[in-house]
């Protein structure tokens, strides 16, 4: 491609993104296509000689869209909505323009060093302590795996040679994400080393019952390793009382590493700091902003106190990778897995100058204010009821009737491609989950999922 060509397909598809953001409800959120669909309408093999981009960019259009479910689309209520800003989108352009690899700090000391002062953005702006680690991974999934890697590596510091001893326990929330769970079988811990805290009736870790299990644990010679607790819980946004984890994990000498995967960014605004209280006393914790703070897919946060710990579990510098940079150079690979690092900073960068802290608080609070507005309706509606508190900017409710109703009205609702929902179960029962966390939400687009649901059942 000539520079030239370049300029002018970039500039097609700027404007197609341009017109993209500012209209993505022109699409339906989820697509109507089935499974294989999209497979069956392309080749079974790549092509031989190069495509022209106009044939490719057509096709895009014509066969990748449609199948596309659309996250930017103001009606996307499922999981945990979220958007990729403009300016986010422009810094992840730039990224995929720099190709840049932050394995070393001489591969990219740009990488390196922006993702170290964004991220001290981020814990002064969201309340955490100034001196920890920070470092960027793909996903909280990954962050916590690290996380749980870590406090194998403080527990049973040989691991790492002669492969992990048996007996050590992960303890987390019956509620806590999966993730946590996939950590401990991915690092080798086992299943069976999980034990899932009950909750108490607002989908709460219980300290009572986790100070229980750890004592019965070491009653039966096994070794209490880790704590997860979640600030934002991915069913019901509960936030796990973490200053009393805190203190079971200190008397017993155990990491505790905090998930706050999608709530962590709402203390950006003063008024959620409490979401974070005790936090301080962590060893680890993660916060996506590819969930709630405008950015694109990737960015998982992960901060440390004990960065030498994750240090000593991952460190491994062959030969080829070895420099005799200033001491003061860090080097990412040695905090995980990946070699290669993405240059996630330069988005998180875009947005956090873009908006600014106020800009980003005054989304997630209004985010949480049409939560609690639909709240309150559904409080007033006799055929309704909200099954977990509303802390956030997620409504769980159901409608008074069987599981297989409320099942229906979600996939009505959804086959409307005006709104998507997702659900989940609370207490053995089905219940509907609304999520608000798009840029583009407004109070329509939330009255009309209430009008959608309401309509199932009139
Ligand atoms: N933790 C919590 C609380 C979540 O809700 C989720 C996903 O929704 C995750 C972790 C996993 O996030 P990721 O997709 O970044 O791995």
Same mark, same amino acid.
């Given at each position: 491609?000539?520079?030239?060509?370049?300029?002018?397909?970039?500039?097609?598809?700027?404007?197609?993104?341009?017109?993209?953001?500012?209209?993505?409800?022109?699409?339906?959120?989820? +697509? @109507?296509?089935?499974? =294989?669909?999209?497979?069956?309408?392309? +080749?079974?093999?790549?092509?031989?000689?190069?495509?022209?981009?106009?044939?490719?960019?057509?096709?895009?259009?014509?066969?990748?869209?449609?199948?596309?479910? *659309?996250?930017?689309?103001? =009606? %996307?209520? &499922?999981?945990?909505?979220?958007?990729?800003? +403009?300016?986010?989108?422009?810094?992840?352009? !730039?990224?995929?323009?720099?190709? =840049?690899?932050?394995?070393?700090? #001489?591969?990219? +000391?740009?990488?390196?060093? !922006?993702?170290?002062?964004?991220?001290?953005?981020?814990?002064?702006?969201?309340?955490?302590?100034?001196?920890?680690?920070?470092?960027?991974?793909?996903?909280?999934?990954?962050?916590?795996? /690290?996380?749980?890697?870590?406090?194998?590596?403080?527990?049973?510091?040989?691991?790492?040679?002669?492969?992990?001893?048996?007996?050590?326990?992960?303890?987390?929330?019956?509620?806590? *994400?999966?993730?946590?769970?996939?950590?401990?079988?991915?690092?080798?811990?086992?299943?069976?080393?999980?034990?899932?805290?009950?909750?108490?009736?607002?989908?709460?870790?219980?300290?009572?019952?986790?100070?229980?299990?750890?004592?019965?644990? !070491?009653?039966?010679?096994?070794?209490?390793?880790?704590?997860?607790?979640?600030?934002?819980?991915?069913?019901?946004?509960?936030?796990?009382?973490?200053?009393?984890?805190?203190?079971?994990?200190?008397?017993?000498? !155990?990491?505790?590493?905090?998930?706050?995967?999608?709530?962590?960014?709402?203390?950006?605004?003063?008024? %959620?700091?409490?979401?974070? &209280?005790?936090?301080?006393?962590?060893?680890?914790?993660?916060?996506?902003?590819? #969930?709630?703070?405008?950015?694109?897919?990737?960015? @998982?946060?992960?901060?440390?106190?004990?960065?030498?710990?994750?240090?000593? &579990?991952?460190?491994?510098?062959?030969?080829?990778?070895?420099?005799?940079?200033?001491?003061?150079?860090?080097?990412?690979?040695?905090?995980?897995?990946?070699?290669? /690092?993405?240059?996630?900073?330069? #988005?998180?960068?875009?947005?956090?100058?873009?908006?600014?802290?106020?800009?980003?608080?005054?989304?997630?609070?209004?985010?949480?204010?049409?939560?609690?507005?639909?709240?309150?309706?559904?409080?007033?509606?006799?055929? %309704?009821?909200?099954?977990?508190?509303?802390?956030?900017?997620?409504?769980? %409710?159901?409608? #008074?009737? @069987?599981?297989?109703?409320?099942?229906?009205?979600?996939?009505?609702?959804?086959?409307?491609?005006?709104?998507?929902?997702?659900?989940?179960?609370?207490?053995?029962?089905?219940?509907?989950?609304?999520?608000?966390?798009?840029?583009?939400?407004?109070?329509?687009?939330? &009255?009309?999922?209430?009008?959608?649901?309401?309509?199932?059942?009139?």
């Amino acid at each position: 491609m000539t520079p030239e060509e370049f300029r002018r397909y970039g500039h097609q598809a700027i404007d197609w993104v341009a017109d993209y953001l500012a209209h993505p409800e022109r699409y339906p959120v989820l +697509p @109507s296509v089935t499974p =294989g669909q999209l497979t069956d309408a392309l +080749p079974a093999c790549g092509p031989e000689r190069g495509e022209s981009m106009d044939a490719i960019l057509a096709d895009f259009e014509r066969l990748i869209v449609p199948a596309t479910t *659309h996250w930017n689309h103001p =009606g %996307f209520m &499922a999981y945990f909505a979220t958007s990729g800003s +403009p300016a986010g989108v422009l810094g992840e352009l !730039l990224t995929a323009a720099l190709n =840049g690899n932050g394995m070393l700090w #001489k591969t990219s +000391p740009a990488i390196t060093e !922006l993702e170290q002062v964004t991220l001290r953005w981020l814990r002064q702006w969201t309340g955490l302590p100034d001196d920890w680690f920070g470092v960027t991974y793909d996903t909280a999934s990954t962050a916590s795996m /690290h996380a749980i890697a870590a406090a194998r590596e403080a527990a049973d510091p040989g691991a790492r040679t002669r492969g992990a001893a048996p007996g050590l326990v992960v303890y987390t929330s019956e509620q806590s *994400h999966s993730s946590i769970e996939k950590g401990a079988m991915a690092v080798g811990m086992g299943q069976d080393h999980v034990r899932k805290v009950p909750v108490d009736a607002e989908f709460r870790m219980r300290p009572d019952a986790l100070a229980e299990l750890i004592e019965r644990d !070491l009653a039966r010679g096994l070794r209490p390793c880790c704590v997860t607790a979640t600030v934002g819980t991915t069913s019901t946004t509960s936030v796990d009382p973490v200053p009393a984890i805190a203190d079971i994990c200190e008397r017993h000498a !155990l990491w505790l590493h905090v998930d706050a995967a999608y709530a962590g960014s709402a203390a950006v605004a003063p008024e %959620f700091r409490w979401a974070l &209280a005790g936090c301080e006393r962590a060893d680890s914790l993660v916060t996506n902003p590819h #969930k709630w703070l405008m950015t694109p897919v990737d960015c @998982s946060v992960f901060y440390t106190r004990r960065p030498e710990i994750l240090r000593r &579990a991952f460190s491994l510098v062959p030969e080829y990778l070895t420099t005799k940079d200033d001491p003061r150079a860090l080097n990412l690979m040695d905090y995980g897995v990946p070699l290669g /690092h993405r240059f996630r900073a330069l #988005k998180l960068w875009f947005v956090m100058r873009s908006f600014g802290r106020e800009g980003l608080a005054a989304l997630i609070r209004e985010h949480v204010r049409l939560a609690q507005d639909l709240a309150r309706e559904i409080d007033g509606d006799p055929r %309704f009821e909200r099954t977990a508190p509303t802390p956030f900017s997620v409504v769980c %409710f159901r409608y #008074k009737g @069987s599981d297989e109703e409320n099942r229906r009205i979600q996939d009505r609702v959804n086959a409307t491609g005006d709104i998507f929902l997702s659900g989940t179960v609370l207490n053995g029962r089905f219940t509907l989950r609304l999520a608000i966390g798009n840029q583009a939400t407004t109070a329509a687009h939330v &009255a009309r999922a209430w009008e959608l649901v309401r309509a199932q059942v009139a």
